[in-house]
């Protein structure tokens, strides 16, 4: 029977138990395409084996049966989830023939597929492994390393990778895989190795067997292995011991353990990046590694080896030699792009193109495959031959493809296990995990099955942790074995079926299983055959499970002692686990497998699972932390046998509740300690429920019916009935106390302890941990509960170590515990003599609140003693006291050993931990020590929820501190302080910026003037409704300008063609006249778009599933009073052909304008807009340009561009080249430049063929290699189109059609390249530029061409006779403006006199007017800094000459003269004045600045004067251009602003359709237009080099004069204003109401040498000055919370609000109203309060309290704590009191000071009826009052007198008024009695207890023992005791009312 007994004691009863089936497989019956896909794999399969006939058959049917029996496999891990998310569930991954399923599932929720993957063959292998992608350096911004969580999908011949984001990656393998594992730093592959490869012929290293790859994008690298030698040296070299076997692999630490087979040895290595050195001698680079020839042949064997395939020499050995290999080309034929990893069409950036590093990516897709491919079978001796003919070897090697392939990864040896002579043959692991016991040690376990082994290895980490140390190896006898992580322990399976728990290499027990049998002790055969049905059903099966044994993992399966049973139990889903439940054969455990958390599954050997749970080591948060204690000061041998002890304890069979748990920890711990329990009364009467524990006998049942006095005793003694007497509704209730009948014999008992027990010599350490464990306890309000039942158990300890100071400390804390005190129980004295009390113990005992006190009373602090890990809040709350009370900085930085003292038991690892932990992060700018405290909590992790369980008193000065920062935070503060100190718009703005973009709902249906709203259809699609009406109507509210853009803008609708028909025409004549009519219109309409475009930029965030919609451009007309259609078709009038080919592209332009940056595209989706039709196919070219333009068009894969060019559709190589190159602006990408090099004669090698490329195209990459290499200055790409602006035309006149385009376009290239290098142009003087510039400019004799293309330019041309000197006309304008953008900004005198205007006559003869447009402009670029926004300044740069002889711009006529050509003098005058204009827009673009604005409209205004004139001598083409150019102007000055002066000017010469307004200039005026509006006004112009340079591509003065004219300048650059543009908008949105509001904002510039440092306030929304420009921006109060965005410490945070659409979060101020509600501020709440201040408590309605916050806490308070009911009586005084609290919190904005005010308060009334039975609140009040007169507070607030009151000050003096009284009174009525026999040591009567302690607390009485150190007793008179009470720290007020005591005159209490 005591057999039994033992078995029952030990025994764990395991949690729940449930039938098992892995959700997969119910998935999978249910998919609905497994089938169909199995069927059409057989086709392929059977083709591919069939190299000869009986090889296809079996292949075919080898498939046939894998497919027939479904071999499944799955794992399952614990859920990793989002840190949000703090589920637990399980995740399980299921294989099964080709598919995968991932599903997730937990207790609470059912299982759910995740996801499923069906591929083309038989997965082999699936498996989680998370991949690194290392930031990319080179990209500036974003250098982080991010981890892509993947799946790894293992086939025949590749293998898939599918992350959570939804990329999903295919890597081709080369050669047959064994076994994948996943690794810390990415896959390991191990090759398919069979033991009888053939000796090599000629003697050559063996080929690698392990493989890495660290992404999916990266190539298969070998792994290297680094083991010490004989004689310490080390190796390096591949891994390529075909004998090694990797069992297992981990992340953390990252090691992998091998199997030697031959040696039947394991060995751990640890795995590691490979350093560079190992790589070189790895690849034998001839260096001191030995000669350089035995390197080659190594090298070129080992490479020739790889890239076999790749020569086309295919092995034909064996039918299934190169499956691989074979398999990938047939594929290729149908899907170029399947394997090939440069293609995957779900790569989206070509980053990661550029990560695969095949030489030329659009030719070799296949050299990625081709790099190993080794033969997988025997490599037949041809093979040998040809790879290792001598021809073949150099070739391969010398070939540029062969570099070497560089490995990634290195493992070094670690440990390998001591081989015994016995060793059995095949002893392979079976299962290796890392587990943890109890204390923290950790094993490497292996599982030998063949010998029923598991063989557990010590190991640690090193001091350094750089690497492990491996200790000493233990067996214990085991059928098979799983880890239990959660709870540090790990479930054993004994060979007879028993489940035992071990922790390390200690036993804990034995599980014991409801409804599953334990195996009957006496059985000897350790596995029964199971009964016949079951034999019989696997006979069959058995043929096949032979045939499949092979194919699962190895052959370690065979040797089971059962082989037949463990397989076949597989087969079939036996449903009679029921009737074999007490069957005494069929339910055996023979294995464990996938353990979770606790949770861990049984397979029976009937063939059913289920699942168990191992219980916990403690379910309450008390136990937890006590045990934590004492395992943390404990020795850990005795730690761990105390921890099994308790675990078998607590988890018995039928163990006890939650309730209880606490009680028998008690029970457990002092039975440990050598206490008798049962003796002891109070833990004799611990209520137990009823449990089976087998420490405590259960009382025993009585015979008797009736009852007795013992049970009222058991009764009145139970914990139960502490409880209820204790509780708050007892004193309420003022119930009685039950006097406790004390049976007068107990008391007197003396227990002795037993000396012999486990922890006996450690109970004062124990003690001491449980003490520091409840001050800990105390900083948290939640575990009032545990601390009561704590107290008890110290109370206890305290009194039998004979520790008066601590018995006095816990009265103090718990006055009503005294009462029943309990017995003592006696230690004799020599027992205490073998008790260790360690050195850290204090005869005082330590508290937090005492600490805390002392802290603010500035008295010298001695340090506090915590434990590392489980005191974390007695840490953080003594460090930030010391910060911020003392005022220390040092206290969280490296001086917190003066606060705080660390108890160690000699644990080396925690305190490691430690610093680590609290490793400051970097953090962000902090001044005073307020910020410095919030910002160092948040470091740590501590958040609202832990500071609200904080006691009040405690977190006072840290919500004051918080308070201090909420006034002003620094805006660059992470989310977590914002929300720490409350401040939502600053955490929201921290967290993301995105206001969702404008739902239909805003877009009102705006009526167009001309078409009468015509139902939603035809509204829809002008392409200006995605456009947020909601900020533009904050914007321009007083009218409706938008409506009027979008009028003027619109091109989707027909035109009104308004001709009168006059009595003499004849209705054909009036068609025709309409047609005329319609034509001069369709010129304006086509020009329309570019405008539509600069409007909606970046409006609209496209869905991916759906095209984008381009509006058509309608080119119809409807004629008035019939309205009937217009249409030029009709083949009345001649129309020029291909007339809207260009317009139609701008349109293309301006739809994908629409797209904003930050949108979410894909290559894919900009191949599906492509459109069918070939009409549109010019749209799509402007919308590929545009994709370009906003940086889009980098994800475009490489093949789509390549096959875009091939079409030979010149629109689209235009907007190709020309977006892409925008894509890459000043990168100097290679395959960028490669891309356009082929369209640019002059970039390609002299002896290439020609290539008929188009002229446009040519100027497209001209201008695409300008901004590829943009401010680079390198020298090639400068010196060739130095070279092309002055091309000749060629001798076949290939380059004599739209000469001057092409020269410009090099021009501006050249600009580019070089921009604003100046004189410093380094390598390039040879060169030289400007000199040749000038010549291209003024004209003179060509130079002979030097370079790669004197060839072509040797002949001249035969038709145009150019002569030996420069074609000014086609050069000048090119070269001008590549000076221009070259000395841009340097102010070079020198040059800038290149470029002026000539002063004479004759000089001026040889110019051309509009030359001298681009000078004055070119030269006022240069002198960047003397440009002034006045007319003077204008007019100065007009040469004298002119301004003598022509009068001014206003003169009508011109006075005559003999020798001067006045037209000359007039049109060189308008131009000159219209540079300087264009000028000043350039140098105050987007700035709005008035001066400029005021200056320019005066000479737009003088330029429209002019105009009207009809005989002028300046011609009327030249005014309108120089109009035209003077309004561009004043749009750039005004970009983004709407201003309606401006808007004005567009809208008349919107209107100006006849005559000489050619296409041209409409273009012209609807780029101002659009300008104005840029963006819908959230974008405006930037001034930058590279912005400058955009512009002046975009907004050259010479306007095409018809849609088809590219002569001068190339269209398509009109769009690149695009890179000038930059979001400037600042949109405040209000954090509660997420809705744009106004906000005042207050904006300082930084001081120039134009004006000092000034502030402005503007009204938010607005648009901000450039960023550069600005010192600070302040969104200013009263009405919301301000905010500070410091533009000194870097402009990256606010720029990165801009480009989130500018949305900045603002926060509503209590009780005031947004300025649209309330413009002048009349309406607010506390402008009411003003009138009537003195009764606001009074006045202060709580339904008002609506309008002061939003909160629903508080909206709830005030609605049920705050408002009277009719029958109030005396409660009216508490509700007045609640609203004043309320309305208090609520308008100082503190309203988590609520709770503290109410706590308080109610403190001191339960105190003045006498009710307090613990102290805990009147310790929190003396905290608060200490805190306020604190001296450093008192300091600091004086120094900033403006910050608002935190705390009410009339509050806190009224309630300490009150306190005092309540104290005096009881003093007075008999409590001066008990204090004096206190103070003497006598007994004292119950009831007096509670208030005794009060008083003590409240004056912080010294214990009896330090007053009679103080010999005070003797004193005589009042000043003596003064003088020796100066050591005590003794208030004088606590003295007053103790001195009559000691005086020894207790009655008379005058004070």
């Known amino acids: 029977m005591s057999n039994i007994y033992e078995e029952r004691q030990t025994m764990i009863a395991a949690g729940d ?114 991949f690194t992608v290392f930031g990319n350096k080179s990209e500036n911004e974003e250098c982080e390393d991010k981890i892509e969580k993947c799946i790894c999908i293992l086939q025949g011949s590749c293998i898939n990778v599918h992350n959570t984001e939804g990329k999903d990656y295919i890597a081709p393998l080369p050669f047959q895989v064994a076994n994948v594992w996943p690794t810390k730093y990415g896959l390991l592959f191990e090759r398919n190795s069979y033991s009888h490869e053939l000796p090599q012929s000629p003697p050559r290293e063996p080929l690698p067997t392990m493989f890495s790859m660290l992404h999916p994008l990266d190539e298969i690298a070998p792994l290297v292995c680094r083991s010490g030698g004989m004689f310490g040296s080390t190796r390096v070299q591949y891994v390529s011991d075909h004998t090694m076997r990797i069992v297992f692999t981990n992340v953390e630490p990252s090691i992998v353990m091998t199997y030697d087979t031959v040696q039947s040895s394991h060995t751990v290595w640890a795995l590691r990046k490979v350093k560079s050195e190992e790589q070189n ?277 065979m040797l089971s002692p059962v082989p037949e049973l463990r397989d076949s139990s597989r087969l079939h889903e036996s449903n009679y686990i029921d009737d074999c439940t007490f069957n005494q054969f069929g339910t055996y455990i023979h294995s464990v497998r996938d353990p979770v958390h606790n949770r861990l599954t049984l397979e029976l050997t009937n063939g059913s699972m289920v699942r168990i749970t191992i219980p916990d080591v403690a379910t309450s948060e008390l136990v937890k932390r006590c045990l934590q204690a004492i395992k943390y000061i404990l020795p850990k041998e005795v730690a761990v046998q105390m921890l099994v002890k308790w675990y078998n304890c607590h988890n018995a069979p039928g163990g006890p509740s939650n309730h209880t748990e606490w009680n028998l920890f008690v029970t457990c711990l002092m039975n440990m300690m050598g206490y008798n329990t049962d003796k002891l009364s109070w833990t004799h009467n611990l209520d137990f429920e009823g449990s089976l524990s087998p420490v405590i006998a259960p009382k025993k049942p009585r015979p008797s019916e009736t009852g007795s006095d013992e049970d009222w005793e058991y009764l009145v003694n139970s914990d139960y009935h502490r409880n209820v007497e204790f509780h708050v509704l007892a004193k309420a209730l003022q119930l009685d106390s039950v006097e406790v009948p004390v049976c007068k014999e107990d008391n007197q008992q003396v227990f002795t302890l037993d000396s012999t027990a486990l922890l006996f010599s450690h109970i004062p ?225 921290a967290c993301q910026g995105n206001i969702p973009q404008a739902k239909s709902s805003f877009t009102a249906q705006v009526p167009c003037a001309e078409v009468p709203p015509a139902g939603e259809a035809e509204e829809e699609d002008d392409g200006m409704n995605d456009l947020n009406q909601e900020v533009m109507s904050l914007i321009w509210s007083e009218d409706l300008r938008v409506q009027e853009v979008r009028r003027l803008l619109q091109s989707s609708h027909p035109v009104r063609v308004n001709v009168v028909q006059m009595p003499e025409v004849s209705d054909h004549e009036y068609i025709e006249e309409k047609e005329n009519r319609l034509l001069q219109l369709c010129q304006r309409s086509m020009a329309l778009p570019v405008g539509r475009g600069m409007f909606t930029l970046f409006s609209h965030h496209p869905v991916p599933t759906e095209a984008l919609p381009i509006p058509k451009l309608n080119l119809t007309g409807r004629a008035p009073p019939r309205n009937t259609t217009v249409d030029l078709n009709s083949g009345n009038i001649d129309v020029p052909p291909n007339m809207a080919c260009w317009a139609s592209f701008h349109n293309g332009v301006a739809a994908g304008l629409k797209i904003a940056p930050a949108s979410q595209i894909d290559s894919a989706w900009i191949v599906y807009n492509k459109p069918k039709n070939a009409e549109l196919a010019n749209e799509y070219a402007g919308f590929l340009m545009a994709l370009g333009l906003n940086g889009h068009l980098t ?255 206003h003169a009508a006529e011109q006075p005559a003269s003999e020798d001067l050509n006045l037209e000359t003098l007039a049109q060189a005058h308008v131009y000159i004045i219209a540079g300087a204009c264009l000028a000043l827009g350039f140098r105050f673009a987007g700035s709005a600045n008035l001066a400029a604005f005021n200056c320019l409209c005066k000479f737009a205004k003088d330029f429209e004067c002019l105009s009207g004139q009809a005989g002028s001598t300046t011609g009327h083409y030249n005014l309108e251009t120089c109009l035209s150019v003077v309004l561009l102007s004043l749009s750039m000055v005004m970009a983004g602003s709407g201003n309606l002066r401006v808007l004005q000017l567009c809208r008349f010469m919107h209107k100006k ?48 004069v018809h849609g088809t004219d590219n002569r001068y300048h190339l269209q398509a650059l009109r769009h690149l204003y695009v890179l000038a543009a930059e979001p400037r908008l600042l949109v405040p949105v209000d954090v509660d109401t997420n809705t744009p509001c106004y906000v005042l904002l207050e904006v300082t510039y930084k001081g120039t040498q134009w004006y000092e440092e000034t502030t402005e306030e503007l009204m938010a929304p607005t648009l901000l000055p450039e960023l550069h420009l600005v010192k600070q921006i302040k969104v200013k109060g009263p009405r919301y919370w301000e905010i500070l965005i410091d533009l000194r410490k870097g402009t990256q945070h606010l720029q990165s609000i801009l480009c989130k659409d500018g949305v900045l979060y603002v926060k509503l101020r209590a009780g005031q109203l947004s300025y649209k509600e309330d413009p002048m501020g009349w309406r607010s709440l506390l402008a009411q309060n003003v009138t009537h201040r003195n009764s606001e408590a009074r006045s202060f309605k709580p339904e008002a309290i609506s309008a002061f916050t939003s909160d629903p806490a508080l909206l709830s308070f005030a609605e049920y704590f705050c408002k009277p009911t009719t029958d109030m009586g005396q409660k009216q005084d508490i509700l007045d009191l609640f609203s004043s609290i309320l309305y208090e919190c609520v308008t100082q904005e503190n309203p988590e000071m609520l709770p503290a005010y109410i706590a308080i308060d109610q403190a001191v009334r339960r105190l003045e009826r006498r009710e307090t039975t613990e102290t805990f609140e009147l310790w929190q009040i003396k905290l608060i009052l200490e805190f306020f007169g604190s001296q450093n507070l008192q300091e600091r607030m004086k120094k900033n007198p403006n910050r608002g009151l935190f ?77 020796k009470f100066r050591d005590l720290k003794m208030p004088v007020r606590a003295l007053l009312r103790l001195a009559p005591l000691l005086l020894g005159n207790p009655q008379s209490m005058v004070i």
């Open 17 to 130: 138990l449930q039938e098992f089936v892995p959700f997969g497989r119910y998935h999978s019956k249910h998919h609905p395409n497994a089938l169909t896909l199995q069927l059409r794999q057989l086709q392929p399969a059977s083709e591919l084996w069939s190299s000869d006939g009986a090889a296809g058959l079996v292949g075919s049917l080898r498939e046939v049966t894998i497919h027939e029996k479904h071999k499944e496999s799955w794992q399952l891990r614990k859920g990793v989830a989002d840190p949000t998310e703090d589920v637990e569930y399980d995740e399980e991954l299921y294989v099964a023939g080709n598919m995968v399923i991932w599903s997730k599932g937990s207790k609470m929720n059912a299982s759910a597929v995740y996801k499923a993957f069906t591929v083309d063959s038989q997965v082999i292998q699936a498996l989680w492994c998370n």
């Open 281 to 557: 001698a790895v690849l034998k680079y001839p260096d001191q590694l030995g000669t350089p020839q035995h390197g080659m042949t190594m090298n070129s064997s080992l490479t020739a080896h790889l890239r076999s395939v790749s020569k086309g020499d295919s092995p034909t050995a064996s039918p299934f030699q190169n499956y691989s290999s074979l398999h990938s080309q047939s594929r290729s034929v149908s899907s170029p792009g399947i394997h090939s990893r440069s293609h995957s069409p779900s790569i989206s950036n070509m980053a990661a193109l550029s990560r695969s590093h095949s030489p030329a990516l659009g030719v070799h897709s296949f050299s990625g495959v081709q790099r190993f491919n080794f033969s997988s079978y025997t490599p037949s001796p041809k093979r040998l031959g040809t790879s290792h003919s001598p021809n073949s070897t150099c070739s391969d090697f010398l070939s540029a493809e062969a570099e070497p392939i560089v490995p990634e990864l290195c493992i070094d040896h670690l440990w390998t296990e001591t081989i015994t002579h016995t060793r059995e043959k095949n002893s392979q692991a079976a299962k290796v995990f890392i587990s943890t016991d109890l204390c923290g040690q950790k094993y490497l376990c292996f599982l030998v099955e063949s010998q029923h082994q598991l063989r557990m290895v010590k190991f640690e980490e090193s001091n350094d942790k750089s690497q492990l140390i491996f200790g000493s190896i233990t067996n214990i006898s085991a059928k098979d074995a799983v880890p239990v992580e959660s709870i540090n322990t790990m479930v054993v399976l004994e060979s007879n079926g028993n489940l035992i728990l071990y922790t390390g290499v200690v036993r804990v027990g034995k599980i014991f299983i409801q409804g599953l049998p334990a195996p009957s002790l006496s059985m000897s055969n350790p596995m029964p055959r199971p009964s016949t049905p079951l034999e019989s059903l696997s006979t069959p099966t058995k043929p096949l499970n032979k045939h499949l044994v092979p194919m699962e993992d190895g052959a370690g399966i």
């Open 765 to 989: 350490a124990i003690f001491y941990v449980l003490h520091l464990t409840y001050e800990e306890l105390k900083l948290n309000t939640l575990m009032r509960e545990g601390i009561r039942s704590l107290v008890t158990l110290l109370l206890q300890l305290a009194r039998d170590l004979n520790l008066a100071c601590y018995t006095d400390f816990y009265f103090r804390d718990y006055p009503a515990l005294l009462r029943n005190s309990g017995q003592m129980s006696c230690m004799e004295p020599t027992q205490i003599g073998f008790m260790s009390y360690q050195s850290f113990f204090t005869s005082d005992p330590p508290s937090i609140y005492q600490w805390l006190s002392s802290c603010l009373k500035g008295e010298k602090l001695s340090a506090y003693p915590y434990l590392p890990g489980i005191c974390e809040r007695s840490k953080l709350v003594v460090l930030s006291f010391a910060l911020y009370i003392i005022g220390d900085e040092n206290a969280i930085a490296n001086g917190t050993s003066n606060y705080l003292s660390k108890i160690t038991a000699g644990q080396r690892k925690q305190q490691q931990e430690e610093n680590r932990r609290y490793s400051l992060k970097p953090s962000p700018t902090v001044s005073s020590l307020s910020e410095k405290l919030v910002v160092w909590m948040s470091n740590i992790g501590f958040s609202l929820q832990d500071l609200e369980s904080l006691p009040f008193g405690v977190a006072l000065p840290i919500r004051h501190a918080i308070y201090q920062c909420r006034q002003e935070p620094a805006s660059d503060w992470p989310e977590a302080v914002c929300i720490l100190i409350g401040r939502q718009d600053l955490s929201k703005q």
């Open 1195 to 1449: 994800k475009l894969a490489t093949l789509n561009i390549h096959d875009y060019l091939t079409k030979g559709h010149e629109m689209t190589s235009i907007g190709l080249l020309l977006g892409v190159s925008a894509g890459k602006l000043g990168t100097m990408d290679i395959s960028i430049t490669r891309l356009l090099s082929i369209h640019i004669p002059a970039l390609l090698p002299p002896t290439s063929t020609e290539l008929d490329v188009p002229h446009n195209v040519q100027v497209a990459a001209v201008i695409g290699i300008g901004m590829v290499y943009q401010g680079t200055a390198h020298r090639h790409i400068a010196e060739v189109l130095l070279a092309e602006i002055g091309r000749p035309p060629g001798p076949e006149m290939e380059y004599c059609t739209d000469r001057e385009s092409y020269s410009l376009a090099a021009g501006l290239s050249l600009g580019m390249v070089c921009l604003g290098h100046g004189s410093n142009l380094i390598g390039m003087s040879d060169l030289n530029v400007p000199e040749q510039l000038y010549q291209y400019m003024v004209g003179g004799h060509k130079r002979s061409h030097v370079g790669v293309n004197r060839e072509k330019h040797k002949s001249p041309s035969y038709q145009i006779k150019e002569g030996d000197t420069i074609n000014v006309d086609v050069t000048c304008p090119g070269a001008t403006l590549a000076l221009a953008m070259i000395y841009l900004k340097t102010n070079n005198r020198s040059i800038a006199d290149w470029l002026r205007a000539p002063d004479t006559m004759y000089l001026l003869d040889f110019v051309k007017p509009e030359f001298l447009l681009l000078r004055t402009l070119a030269r006022c670029l240069i002198l960047w800094d003397d440009i002034l926004p006045n007319a003077h300044w204008v007019n100065n740069n007009v040469p004298q000459i002119i301004t003598a002889n022509s009068v001014s711009l």
């Open 1553 to 1600: 359709t006849g005559g000489e307004m050619n296409y041209g200039f409409h273009l012209a005026h609807h780029m101002a237009l659009g300008l104005l509006f840029l963006g819908g006004g959230r974008y405006s112009l930037s001034t930058s080099n590279s912005s400058i340079a955009a512009l002046l591509c975009a907004l050259y003065p010479h306007f095409p």
């Open 1847 to 1923: 705390m009410n000050s009339e509050f806190l003096p009224v309630m300490k008024c009150t306190i005092d009284n309540t104290l005096d009174q009881w003093l007075q009525c008999g409590g001066d009695v008990s204090l004096h026999s206190y103070l003497a040591g006598q007994s004292i009567e119950d009831s007096l207890l509670s208030m005794l302690a009060c008083f003590l607390v409240y004056y912080s009485v010294p214990a009896p023992k330090e007053l009679s150190e103080g010999r005070l007793e003797g004193s005589n008179s009042f000043s003596e005791l003064l003088l």
